[in-house]
């Protein structure tokens, strides 16, 4: 079994839409094993995007993920992070497949509605960023 970190982002909180994705999370096997939301600031955002912040579109990505609600999730399941990955889409919704989450809910390559681990190691650190030990119940 492995974890993922899962993040519902500012434009699915808005649509109340995160029993939907929710759904669509757990009916593709995953379990959400824990999961709290949470007003990320700007600085907040800035640390847990860092990787990214070279790129050219760091500050607006952490602008959007600090502009309204998040839902930080914990998912586990059998290959758990690649499984995900699949389950959300491809980052552009235009390109994502039929039936993903972003092709179904994003409403654009910059509010495409969730977030997930891309590699183990990752997920470890992004788990540990948002959740304590005691908030993960297996």
């Not at 800035?46 to 070279?54: M, N, P, S, T």
């Not at 790129?55 to 059998?78: A, H, K, W, Y």
Request: charged share 25%.
């Amino acid at each position: 079994m492995e974890r993922t970190l899962s993040i519902l982002k500012p434009d699915v909180t808005r649509r109340n839409l995160t029993g939907a994705v929710n759904q669509r999370i757990e009916s593709s096997n995953l379990r959400i094993i824990a999961q709290k939301r949470l007003h990320l600031t700007l600085e907040q955002a800035q640390r847990f995007y860092a990787v990214h912040q070279e790129r050219s579109f760091f500050n607006d990505l952490c602008t959007f993920m600090s502009s309204g609600p998040v839902v930080v999730q914990i998912l586990e399941g059998d290959n758990a992070v690649n499984h995900y990955r699949d389950v959300m889409g491809a980052t552009n919704p235009a390109n994502a497949d039929e039936g993903t989450i972003r092709r179904d809910f994003a409403e654009s390559i910059e509010a495409n509605s969730v977030h997930g681990s891309d590699s183990l190691d990752n997920a470890v650190k992004e788990i540990a960023f948002f959740f304590s030990e005691m908030e993960i119940v297996g």
